[in-house]
């Protein structure tokens, strides 16, 4: 089992900035990747972004990339998305998953085997 809890959401101005944390525990060590997603009120779970639990390479969707980052501390078993000009189309709740396997592609939601309780985004225009 693997234990995910998110943090770092909030209401935030168009243009402004937030930095949502996942915190993982448990069988880390089985883990092969760590991906972002993100439900919007009425729309599907979207993949935002992943990142290889070595922490040697990223994934991002094409319309976030170079606003959005991914890190990871490997100290602290804790994933960053580091969210920059923000926008209100951005404002939606926001999980973490841990992937065991890599069996397929980082943005197939089926993939994931664990998620996190989500953390809420909002967007002010």
């Known amino acids: 089992q693997v234990q995910l809890v998110e943090s770092g959401g909030g209401l935030v101005q168009a243009g402004g900035s937030l930095r949502l944390s996942c915190a993982a525990s448990g069988r880390t060590f089985s883990a092969f990747r760590l991906g972002w997603f993100r439900q919007a009120p009425g729309k599907e779970r979207e993949f935002v972004a992943a990142i290889a639990w070595s922490g040697g390479w990223t994934s991002y969707v094409d319309s976030m990339k170079g606003r959005f980052t991914i890190s990871k501390d490997n100290a602290k078993n804790t994933v960053y998305l580091q969210m920059n000009s923000l926008k209100p189309e951005d404002t939606a709740v926001y999980y973490c998953?841990?992937?065991?396997?890599?069996?397929?592609?980082?943005?197939?939601?089926?993939?994931?085997?664990?998620w996190g309780q989500g953390t809420q985004v909002t967007v002010s225009s």
């Open positions: 998953a841990v992937d065991q396997s890599g069996r397929l592609r980082p943005m197939v939601l089926s993939s994931y085997d664990y």
